[in-house]
């Protein structure tokens, strides 16, 4: 287990602290799983406590449990996971951390991580949390941590920049929040886009899901880009653009480069003519959460979908709470 590329690779990646630590435990075969309590000689059932057909060790339990190989097929992520009789769990993520890339390496440590939340809340409390909400719950945990991190880093700087709560656009204008959902690891993102008025009132929403690799800052212009045609398109011609990364509402506000992102910006630039007056700006992410619903929401949904005049109803209480 002194292989030093591995470890640099593991603590280098940005995840919480605890996600960390729990790979490290299981790198380690600390994994207090049915079979290792056995082997300290504790008196437990070795069968895994959900699927009953095999002895629950790390790789079992994380990896090849009919639950966890549901969930790597959810995520786009089972074409990694291979493993042979004789190896143990460190063998197995050594071999797909050397493999990897560094994002399906950050997928990879929080998938384990909530599989193994699931599976001790099966254990200990008998609550069957699904497929879908193993996935759901990890990718939130891991964007509540970033946002948490870009928060305090932004005021460390002393940059008191964006709002923390939502307000509402100068009279005449319309005020579009739009934003991106990505899924470490896999080819998908999710977007989402909300047209409120100078009362707050809900006028249009959309979402949808597009294939493809994406970086999140990509993935966050495609989102504006997206909303500046659709919100052109409707004829609205005082705008507010309001996105909580900062990266793209610099580079619409006067950066330039030559990569796919600063392509997409320039797309949104030149949509911008269109327009009579138009602002972009910077907010935080509790201040943009009808928008993040929508992204996330896109996911699930796998295909495009919009509103006009009535708000659907998985977002209508955050659009209430952003009035408050």
């Known amino acids: 287990m002194l292989n030093v590329s591995f470890w640099r690779k593991l603590w280098s990646l940005k995840l919480p602290g605890k996600i960390l630590h729990f790979i490290w435990r299981v790198c380690r075969l600390c994994l207090p799983t049915a079979v290792d309590l056995r082997n300290r000689h504790v008196n437990v059932e070795t069968m895994c406590s959900w699927c009953h057909n095999q002895e629950e060790n790390g790789i079992h339990v994380l990896f090849d449990c009919v639950f966890a190989r549901a969930v790597w097929e959810a995520?786009?992520?089972?074409?990694?996971?291979?493993?042979?009789?004789?190896e143990n769990v460190f063998d197995v993520f050594l071999r797909i951390f050397t493999q990897c890339t560094r994002s399906q390496a950050v997928a990879m440590s929080?998938?384990?991580w909530q599989i193994w939340n699931r599976r001790n809340k099966w254990l200990w409390e008998h609550i069957n949390i699904s497929v879908y909400g193993t996935k759901a719950t990890a990718i939130r945990m891991l964007e509540d941590w970033k946002s948490a991190q870009q928060e305090e880093s932004t005021r460390?700087?002393?940059?008191n920049v964006g709002s923390k709560?939502?307000?509402?656009?100068?009279?005449?204008?319309?005020?579009?929040?739009?934003?991106?959902?990505?899924?470490p690891g896999t080819h998908q993102i999710g977007t989402g886009a909300v047209i409120r008025d100078e009362?707050?009132?809900?006028?249009?929403?959309?979402?949808?899901?597009?294939?493809?690799?994406?970086?999140?800052?990509?993935?966050?212009?495609r989102s504006l880009r997206d909303a500046v045609g659709?919100?052109?398109?409707?004829?609205?011609?005082?705008?507010?653009?309001?996105?909580?990364?900062?990266?793209?509402?610099d580079a619409c506000n006067g950066g330039s480069g030559r990569s796919n992102f600063y392509a997409i910006i320039a797309e949104c630039v030149e949509d911008f003519k269109h327009l009579d007056e138009v602002r972009v700006q910077f907010t935080f992410k509790s201040a943009n959460v009808v928008a993040h619903t929508l992204a996330?929401?896109?996911?699930?949904?796998?295909?495009?979908?919009?509103?006009?005049?009535?708000?659907?109803?998985?977002?209508?209480?955050v659009l209430s709470f952003d009035l408050i």
């Open 199 to 221: 009362d707050g009132r809900f006028l249009h929403a959309r979402c949808m899901d597009i294939a493809g690799e994406w970086s999140v800052k990509e993935a966050e212009a």
């Open 110 to 112: 929080l998938f384990c």
């Open 156 to 159: 460390r700087r002393g940059q």
């Open 296 to 317: 996330r929401a896109s996911i699930s949904m796998s295909c495009f979908h919009e509103w006009q005049g009535n708000a659907p109803e998985f977002i209508s209480d």
């Open 230 to 249: 659709w919100t052109v398109a409707m004829g609205f011609i005082k705008c507010i653009f309001e996105l909580d990364s900062k990266i793209v509402v």
């Open 165 to 183: 709560v939502w307000q509402k656009p100068i009279m005449g204008w319309v005020k579009i929040n739009t934003d991106a959902a990505v899924i």
């Open 75 to 86: 995520v786009g992520l089972s074409d990694l996971i291979q493993f042979k009789p004789d």
